[in-house]
């Protein structure tokens, strides 16, 4: 008989760690959930809001790790985090990202947040980064914390000018043009022109080949 990999999947009694993944993205949540559970060691639940994140908690449900989204309804920046870690049943609490600048996420970490996992992680990263924080270690993403400088020089990015970076970073999360523009607090045809732009500046033809480029040159 084949021996199983992965203690928590054999006979033992390991209970799962559970985790509270609340953003507003569908994609993320279900993806995550997806990953996180096939790994066979963790129960997960996903809600769209801080409110109903919150609601579960006050209820009376326990979790290992919550999981928030730092740009969600309700979390009012570092506010919803403070609210959240105050809750006896959220064992531990992270804040995750796809915009926060790093000077968010030093706030964050030294509020003592389990981690601040960005969003522009590997899906096997990501899972690495949640089973850490569940287990009590703080996961620090070092190379997100580098200053700008640290990135200055970066052939593809010398074209794009700051807005055109922001957007395609949001191209390589996968979001919508509508999504870019709530982000960015800029109108949805205003990010179709800077699409158009980046498009032609790095040599794209359409949204995946213009999150590969970056990507490849190892921009996010």
Do not use: C
Not at 44 to 57: D, F, G, K, Q, W
Not at 79 to 88: N, V
Not at 89 to 104: K, L, N, Q
């Amino acid at each position: 008989m084949t021996a199983n990999p992965n203690p928590r999947t054999a006979t033992s009694r390991l209970p799962a760690l559970r985790v509270l993944i609340a953003d507003d993205h569908d994609l993320l949540r279900d993806t995550l959930k997806l990953f996180l559970e096939g790994e066979g060691e963790f129960e997960t639940v996903t809600v769209a809001s801080y409110s109903e994140a919150e609601a579960l908690v006050q209820g009376g449900e326990v979790f290992d790790l919550v999981l928030l989204d730092y740009s969600m309804p309700g979390m009012n920046e570092l506010e919803g985090f403070a609210r959240m870690s105050r809750l006896d049943r959220a064992r531990r609490v992270a804040v995750i990202s796809g915009t926060a600048s790093p000077e968010v996420a030093e706030k964050v970490l030294a509020a003592g947040a389990a981690g601040f996992p960005p969003k522009t992680l590997s899906a096997k990263s990501l899972v690495n980064a949640v089973r850490f924080m569940s287990m009590g270690e703080q996961y620090a993403p070092l190379e997100f914390l580098r200053t700008a400088e640290e990135k200055d020089g970066n052939p593809l990015a010398d074209r794009l000018s700051r807005r055109e970076m922001e957007v395609l970073e949001r191209l390589t999360q996968g979001k919508s043009n509508k999504e870019i523009a709530r982000d960015l607090d800029i109108r949805e045809p205003t990010v179709k022109l800077h699409v158009k732009t980046l498009y032609r500046k790095i040599g794209a033809a359409n949204r995946t080949q213009a999150a590969i480029f970056a990507k490849e040159a190892g921009l996010f």
